[in-house]
């Protein structure tokens, strides 16, 4: 158990459908990640915030949308995706950067992962 | 942006070897580098990390190694057991960037 935790573990949409992945961290952490892991690319970075605020879009398509209503807390809207997007997608977070140059913990703590198939 | 590469994808050794994975980074500035495991179902869990300002760290029969005039560090796991196959992650990141970039990962397999 990491103290990240994703729901749900598994889901299965048609194109067409809209649905949430939602994560909760219990490390009082301040900076929160999206990643998309496949057989293509193993690890993907998606999107960051640091104290609810996005601070990195890696060019992911609009029809992912995060949302960070506070720094416990990470959603990722999805709406009519593609079978491409099939793929498991983790959440981590970790200490802010300032708090990573006050030489606090550096580490990204992981959650289990969201199995999404796409149909 | 930072580049990490690593090798080998795919590795296979009899329990009680040891096993070397490598990684290189491309970005002179990143300073912190986390080995990852992940197991079947499981989200990667921090292993060991490394600062630029150390050479080599051990954690009982892991070890990470750290070449920065070279750019390239490894992750060495002596004395193998069928419980250390998994796949596993090498990433560079600066300390005050927030964020690491991962190699695409090794899947280790450990023979009893």
């Known amino acids: 158990e990491t103290g990240v935790t994703q729901t749900p573990r598994h889901l299965v949409m048609g194109m067409t459908n809209k649905k949430s992945l939602k994560c909760e961290q219990h490390?009082?952490?301040?900076?929160m990640y999206w990643y998309k892991q496949s057989a293509k690319k193993p690890l993907e970075l998606m999107f960051v915030?640091?104290?609810?605020?996005?601070?990195e879009n890696n060019s992911v398509p609009s029809r992912f949308s995060p949302e960070c209503p506070n720094s416990s807390h990470l959603f990722l809207h999805l709406h009519t995706l593609q079978p491409e997007d099939s793929a498991l997608y983790l959440c981590?977070?970790?200490?802010?950067?300032?708090?990573?140059?006050?030489?606090?913990?550096?580490?990204?703590?992981f959650g289990p992962g969201t199995r999404l198939t796409v149909t | 942006g930072e580049n990490v590469e690593q090798h080998p994808s795919t590795l296979s050794v009899q329990e009680g070897d040891s096993a070397v994975i490598k990684c290189t980074y491309s970005?002179?500035?990143?300073?912190?580098f986390p080995w990852y495991k992940q197991e079947l179902g499981k989200g990667p869990q921090l292993i060991i990390d490394?600062?630029?300002?150390?050479g080599e760290k051990k954690d009982q029969r892991i070890a990470v190694t750290l070449n920065k005039t070279a750019k390239h560090f490894s992750l060495h796991i002596t004395e193998t057991q069928p419980e250390d196959s998994a796949v596993y992650f090498c990433?560079?990141?600066?300390?005050?960037?927030?964020?690491?970039?991962f190699g695409d990962g090794t899947t280790l397999t450990v023979k009893p």
């Open positions: 990433a560079a990141s600066r300390t005050n960037a927030g964020k690491s970039t």
């Open positions: 490390l009082g952490h301040n900076a």
């Open positions: 970005d002179s500035a990143s300073n912190y």
């Open positions: 490394i600062r630029s300002n150390v």
């Open positions: 981590a977070s970790s200490q802010d950067e300032w708090g990573r140059d006050r030489g606090m913990d550096y580490e990204q703590y």
């Open positions: 915030y640091n104290f609810k605020e996005q601070t």
